[in-house]
């Protein structure tokens, strides 16, 4: 279990899903306008008030990760030359720009400026799960040591982020909602697809390296792969299913929480394998 890394692994599930959540709002708002809609906004606005809880419960659980907790202000002191105290900065900045997002909405969901915010917000938040991913992708860890890291941390969040907000309006049944229900299922779809082309890919490498080999193997006997697959692939591909061929409000209100639900412990043991995998066979340094 000391394997797991389950700090690192609530941390960057927790904030991939915030910034996600508010990159799919910000989308929404964007292309389906939910102007005058009194329901649509309400439940939009329950999402973007949830952006900043949740980057700030990844942020705690980050601190147990470290040996000395009240020590972590340290970690800024190297931003030249370790990827480690930009993400450290970088989700500092997203922390504030979360806390500006999330109270727009509590306070003021009707004005347009929240939009703005919300798109420098996701920018922002993207580039923080980039450089999160560059703190991994280190020479001496071959089977991180890739794009598809990259790539995975960034599809958690466009796929937690679109179940989220697919879950948020499934009970608003007005044409601008119906549209927005379809974009996100068109997200989950093609956020799947592109995480089972990274995994296959990732199986691809056994064979290359010792350490590839075992993290390979580790991944794909686990049953953690298996609860991933389950609730993490299947059940959101079944959701988004429900809204893009526009089935009845009772199919789709019935699976939505369970998806959601699914998909957070689905994304959560993907990234317990993630870590597991690697450093089950190594120290950290």
């Not at 960057?12 to 959540?21: D, F, K, R």
């Not at 001496?140 to 990259?150: F, N």
Request: aromatic letters at 12%.
């Amino acid at each position: 279990m000391e394997t797991w890394e389950f700090p690192l692994v609530l941390f960057t599930v927790l904030g991939q899903w915030a910034i996600g959540l508010a990159l799919m709002i910000t989308l929404i708002e964007y292309i389906s306008p939910a102007k005058g809609n009194e329901a649509s906004l309400k439940q939009l606005r329950i999402g973007g008030m949830a952006v900043l809880p949740l980057v700030a419960l990844g942020l705690i659980f980050s601190v147990f990760h470290l040996g000395q907790p009240l020590s972590a202000v340290k970690a800024l002191m190297n931003l030249g030359t370790s990827m480690l105290s930009m993400e450290i900065l970088f989700f500092s900045i997203v922390g504030v720009l979360a806390l500006v997002y999330s109270y727009m909405w509590w306070k003021t969901p009707e004005k347009p400026l929240r939009k703005a915010v919300g798109a420098v917000l996701s920018v922002v938040g993207l580039a923080a799960i980039v450089v999160t991913s560059k703190v991994y992708t280190l020479p001496a860890r071959m089977a991180w040591d890739s794009w598809q890291t990259t790539a995975a941390f960034i599809l958690t969040a466009i796929l937690l982020g679109a179940v989220s907000v697919a879950f948020l309006l499934n009970k608003v049944e007005d044409e601008a909602s119906q549209k927005a229900k379809k974009v996100m299922g068109w997200a989950i779809i093609g956020s799947v697809v592109l995480i089972v082309t990274v995994l296959a890919l990732f199986a691809g490498t056994y064979g290359a390296s010792t350490e590839q080999s075992a993290a390979v193997a580790a991944t794909f006997s686990s049953g953690f792969f298996i609860a991933r697959m389950v609730l993490g692939i299947l059940l959101p591909v079944a959701f988004a299913a429900v809204f893009i061929t526009g089935s009845k409000k009772k199919a789709y209100q019935a699976v939505a929480g369970v998806t959601l639900v699914g998909v957070v412990l689905g994304e959560v043991a993907g990234r317990i394998l993630f870590y597991s995998s690697v450093m089950g066979q190594y120290p950290w340094f």
